[in-house]
Structure formats: structure tokens, C-alpha cells
């Protein structure tokens, strides 16, 4: 196997050298079409403020998906479709409330919101005494006696410590998704969970969580509640665990519905058989206008094909762009086109997705064998000009993760991190924080990846 690698990193240095100042010219090209003629913000700014959130099976969701197909037939694509996929319909219905009770009548309200896929409360919603627990593991060391007929507030929050923000968030995120399901079996009659996010704000942040096998008449009300809000919780409930909290929401789960994954396509000049897909999600949570999760990350994936088209670049291999729906709660859209995907057999040889946010692009996390990570780190000098150097083994992206096998290429776009989960999940993710530059340098890395992926046939 070490010789094999050495072998294919001699015959891959050898075409690099022999083809870098064509390599380089055509770098050059893709960056200054995306920063002198993009098309990526205008287009988000139509997607996250004329039509807004966009969550799975709402209407904003329809709306996103006749916009998505209307550009790419725009764009002059070889083939254009809509792929039909049931998708969940929960709806968020008026706006949550909730208050901290030090004692009757004396009240301070503090922001909060339902988790996607949450049940209401009553009518005249919850009140009752609070238990504060760091995380699923400090709750599953408890009682019933100790947690029956009270809230579970979950206070565990991002490591702040951790420079990979998203590490910070894998760690703390299961209170999120599990916390209902373990706090319901132990009866609990609602859970309130820390927002998901670093810095502290009044912005409660959402996101999916599930009951697990609970059956309905089992499962409790969740929501999040602001990091602000948490520490005003914790530290009050520090003076009196007697306290009480009030909480009233209206959501609703109701029946699938049909959405649709929006994909064009560049064909191959030469292996049209083999596939590159470069993609986002479509769907967005419903606070805010789904900016940078994942407007963005839509909008770059649809300019790395436009840029190819006005540069008149011909690729070798099919291009395609796959705008998937449902990732934010069920990945509905992802598994469809992957299992219509291997129905037809169709070969998918790289797949890159961007969905953590429109800021500066650092580089790429790459699913690959290590042979074929050394030569794509082997072109760590093409993007030194760009300041793009970040070429690391690791994860690619919860969509496009579905089309992994042995042989194939996946990767992420990992734009600088550290301000993504200020808007994750929130109502201030709205275009206004979307800089022009980093989101146009974002896009001009992807196409700049695709293509030398595409030039050496990797």
C-alpha cells in the first residue's frame, strides 16, 4: 500500500507540474467570476428575506423549491428536475411564553421557544417547580422521586474552550434530542434546555429533538431557552429551588406532506457516468430567514455550476447540484436521493456539501482513503494565494454523508466557525449578518475544489 501511495503521488506530482500555470490561470478565473460577476448574494437575499424561513412542509418551503428550480433552468443546465420526497409537517403556532415564578404574582418572563417536533403544552399551559441537571447523564443518575412532576432544565453548555465549535456542539447537543425522552420516563411534565449556543443573548435556539419510542400519550413539552435566560434560571433557582417556571406553547405535529429535492446538472464530456455533487439544504429552522443554515450553503453550491458556466469550463465528469430538503429535522430529502441513487446505480466519485455557514472559508474536511487525501493536501499551493489552507481528514456533511462507499471522495466546506452558532437555529440568522465577500470567497473554493478534482479525475 506505501508504494501504491508513493506511485500515485509521483504520477499526480508530475501532472501538477507539468499543467500548474493552466491549473493556476483557471483558479484565478473561477475567483474572480465569483468576486467580480457572483450571483450567490443576490440569491440569498431573495431566499432568506423575500421568501424567508423555510421550514420542511411549510409553505416558504414550496416557495424555495419553484425558486431553486426557476434559477437553475435559468442558468442553461443540461437537465433540471424536482424530486418528489414526503417530508414532516410540524408547525410552531403562536409565538411561546414563558416566565420564572419567585413567588405569587412576582414573575420575570424569559425568552424561549418549542423544539422542532415538540407537543404543546396545555391550554393553560405548565407550571411547576424546576430540577437543574447538567446533561442526559446527570438526569439518568436521578430518581422519580427526585425528577416526577417537575421541569428538567438541562444547563449543560458549549465548551468553550474547544476552538472547533462544532466539537463544542456535539458535546453538549444530546440534552437537545434525548433530553424530553429521558426526562418523560421518568415524569417529568416538560424539559427546558440551555440554547446551543456560546455566546450569551436573549435569542432562544431550536432544533429537532425526538420522544424516541414514547408513545403520545407520554410525551412532554420542550423548549429551549435563551443562554441569557438559562443563567438567569440557574442562578436564581441557586437562591430558591423552590421556584417555579411557566410554560405555555402551541405547536402541532401533523401529517407528512410532499417537498421535493431541487438538482441540476452539468453532463460529463468524457465519464458522464461518473457523478460529482455539490449541495445544501434547502429547508431552514422558522425563527429567523435561514441566512447562514443553509441559505448559504445553497447559494454556493448553485454558483459553483453558474461560475463553471460563464467561465466556459467543460468538466470531464457530471457536475451536479443537489438543493436537498428536510435535513433540519428528519434528513428525508438526503436518504431519497441516496436510495434513488443506488436504485439506478448511478456512481457518485466525490460529493461536497456546505452547511456550516456563509462565513470566510478555511478549507475542507475530506472522507477519503489517506492515499487520496495526501494528493488533494498535495494541493495545498494552488490555494495558498486564496489563504485557503485547511486540508484535514474528518467529516463531509450530514447529506451528502448518505453517498459514502470505499472508493469515494466526501467533503465539507469548513468556512472560520467561531460566530456560526451565534445564528444556529435562531431568529437572528437573517441576511443582514451575511458578509458579501466571505460568502463569494466560499463559493469560489468550492468550485475551485471541484474542478481539480474534476482536472486530475481524482
Given amino acids: 500500500m506505501k508504494k501504491l501511495c508513493y506511485f500515485l503521488l509521483l504520477l499526480f506530482g508530475f501532472a501538477q507540474a507539468q499543467n500548474s500555470e493552466e491549473i493556476e490561470t483557471q483558479l484565478k478565473s473561477i475567483y474572480s467570476t465569483a468576486l467580480l460577476n457572483g450571483h450567490s448574494y443576490s440569491w440569498l437575499e431573495h431566499l432568506s428575506v423575500q421568501i424567508g424561513g ?16 426557476e434559477e437553475l433552468d435559468l442558468l442553461g443546465l443540461d437537465r433540471v428536475w424536482l424530486q418528489p420526497v414526503m417530508v414532516p409537517k410540524w408547525i410552531r403556532g ?15 418572563n424569559v425568552p424561549v421557544c418549542a423544539l422542532g417536533g415538540s407537543v404543546a403544552t396545555p391550554i393553560a399551559g405548565i407550571r411547576a417547580e424546576v430540577i437543574e441537571v447538567d446533561g442526559i447523564d446527570s438526569l439518568k443518575k436521578m430518581s422519580k422521586k427526585d425528577v416526577a412532576g417537575k421541569i428538567v432544565f438541562f444547563n449543560r453548555p458549549m465548551q468553550a474552550d474547544l476552538i472547533n465549535t462544532f466539537e463544542a456542539y ?12 429521558e426526562a418523560a420516563k421518568l415524569g417529568a411534565v416538560a424539559v427546558i434546555v440551555r440554547s446551543m449556543n456560546l455566546r450569551l443573548d436573549d435569542f432562544p435556539h431550536t432544533g429537532s429533538m425526538s420522544y424516541g419510542g414514547l408513545s403520545i400519550r407520554k410525551r412532554i413539552p420542550a423548549a429551549a431557552i435563551s443562554t441569557n435566560g438559562a443563567e438567569l434560571l440557574s442562578s436564581m433557582l441557586a437562591l430558591n429551588s423552590k421556584l417555579r417556571f411557566y410554560l405555555k406553547q ?16 452539468i453532463k460529463g464530456s468524457e465519464k458522464s457516468d461518473e457523478i460529482m455533487v455539490v449541495g445544501g439544504h434547502l429547508d431552514s429552522w422558522d425563527l429567523g430567514g435561514g441566512a447562514h443554515d443553509d441559505g448559504a450553503g445553497v447559494v454556493q453550491s448553485m454558483e459553483v455550476l453558474r461560475i463553471f458556466k460563464e467561465i466556459g469550463y467543460q468538466p470531464k465528469r457530471t457536475i451536479r447540484v443537489v438543493l436537498f430538503m428536510n435535513e433540519e429535522n428528519g434528513m428525508r430529502g438526503a436518504i431519497k436521493y441516496t436510495s ?21 472559508p478555511r478549507g475542507f474536511s475530506i472522507d477519503s482513503s489517506p492515499e487520496k487525501l495526501k494528493i488533494i493536501q498535495s494541493w495545498e499551493p494552488y490555494f495558498e494565494p486564496y489563504l485557503i489552507h485547511l486540508f484535514v481528514q474528518g467529516g463531509s456533511g450530514a447529506d451528502v454523508g448518505h453517498l459514502k462507499t470505499d472508493a469515494n471522495i466526501l467533503a465539507g466546506l469548513r468556512p472560520d466557525s467561531q460566530r456560526y452558532f451565534d445564528y444556529h437555529h435562531a431568529a437572528n440568522d437573517t441576511f443582514d449578518k451575511i458578509n458579501k ?6 463559493a469560489a473554493t468550492m468550485a475551485a475544489f471541484v474542478y481539480l478534482i474534476d482536472y486530475f479525475s481524482l
Fill in 250 to 265: 402551541n405547536c402541532k405535529n401533523l401529517p407528512d406532506v410532499q417537498s421535493y429535492n431541487v438538482i441540476g446538472e
Fill in 170 to 181: 456535539s458535546g453538549c447537543v444530546a440534552q437537545r434530542y434525548s433530553g424530553a425522552e
Fill in 437 to 442: 465577500r466571505e460568502l463569494e470567497l466560499g
Fill in 54 to 69: 423555510r421550514l420542511s412542509g411549510s409553505l416558504n418551503a414550496e416557495r424555495a423549491v419553484d425558486w431553486g428550480k
Fill in 340 to 360: 434513488i441513487s443506488k436504485a439506478k446505480n448511478e456512481n457518485h466519485v466525490f460529493a461536497l456539501e456546505s452547511d456550516a455557514g456563509g462565513f470566510t
Fill in 94 to 108: 403562536t409565538f411561546e411564553y414563558a416566565h420564572i415564578e419567585t413567588s405569587p404574582g412576582n414573575t420575570i
